[in-house]
T-cell receptor
Framework: GNSVTQMEGPVTLSEEAFLTINCTYTATGYPSLFWYVQYPGEGLQLLLKATKADDKGSNKGFEATYRKETTSFHLEKGSVQVSDSAVYFCALSSGSARQLTFGSGTQLTVLP | DAGVIQSPRHEVTEMGQEVTLRCKPISGHDYLFWYRQTMMRGLELLIYFNNNVPIDDSGMPEDRFSAKMPNASFSTLKIQPSEPRDSAVYFC??????????FGSGTRLTVV
């Protein structure tokens, strides 16, 4: 079956530090890949996505590249801010309904 | 558009009571998904509908859980009887073609 494995958290960084959150996946067919962000007390918001190999998704300074050869979709940001503190979920969609399969989530805390 | 609307935001109930969670999807979205989020198991897909028809309920944990979608603008998730281990955040999400999911803000259920 499909699965997503995310880097264990929590992750604590100082403001302006470089962020990497690792994500690897197992899937049949050609999944789309996503990063979602969840702020405290809120639902999940789409951060970025990539629909095919070598695509790069980007938004708000975050980037991730769909690497089929390593089955990875690592999230990066060059300079994090306090406002980036949240839980980040890697996910893939597949199947006839394109249902989402999520990783376990990574809690990010950015200190001023 | 107001987005996906879930109610209530918080629910506290006693073990054995019936609980009903509600969801209004985005107008025009033909898929609706119910997810459960817990610390132990992360985000799990419980059930999804296409054009108001339940397609896959293999994620529903037990017969105590049931879900309905009587029309395109309303869905319910019912737990009867509720148990403390049902305590979680329940999310509803909807989408139309492609991968454009929109999540609600969730219902935090506490069963005491």
């Amino acid at each position: 079956g499909n699965s997503v494995t995310q880097m264990e958290g929590p992750v604590t960084l100082s403001e302006e530090a470089f962020l990497t959150i690792n994500c690897t996946y197992t899937a049949t067919g050609y999944p789309s890949l996503f990063w979602y962000v969840q702020y405290p007390g809120e639902g999940l918001q789409l951060l970025l996505k990539a629909t095919k190999a070598d695509d790069k998704g980007s938004n708000k300074g975050f980037e991730a590249t769909y690497r089929k050869e390593t089955t990875s979709f690592h999230l990066e940001k060059g300079s994090v801010q306090v406002s980036d503190s949240a839980v980040y979920f890697c996910a893939l969609s597949s199947g006839s309904a394109r249902q989402l399969t999520f990783g376990s989530g990574t809690q990010l805390t950015v200190l001023p | 558009d107001a987005g996906v609307i879930q109610s209530p935001r918080h629910e506290v109930t006693e073990m054995g009571q019936e609980v009903t969670l509600r969801c209004k999807p985005i107008s025009g979205h033909d898929y609706l998904f119910w997810y459960r989020q817990t610390m132990m198991r992360g985000l799990e897909l419980l059930i999804y509908f296409n054009n108001n028809v339940p397609i896959d309920d293999s994620g529903m944990p037990e017969d105590r859980f049931s879900a309905k979608m009587p029309n395109a603008s309303f869905s319910t998730l019912k737990i009867q009887p509720s148990e403390p281990r049902d305590s979680a955040v329940y999310f509803c999400a909807s989408r139309t073609g492609g991968d454009g999911y929109t999540f609600g803000s969730g219902t935090r259920l506490t069963v005491v």
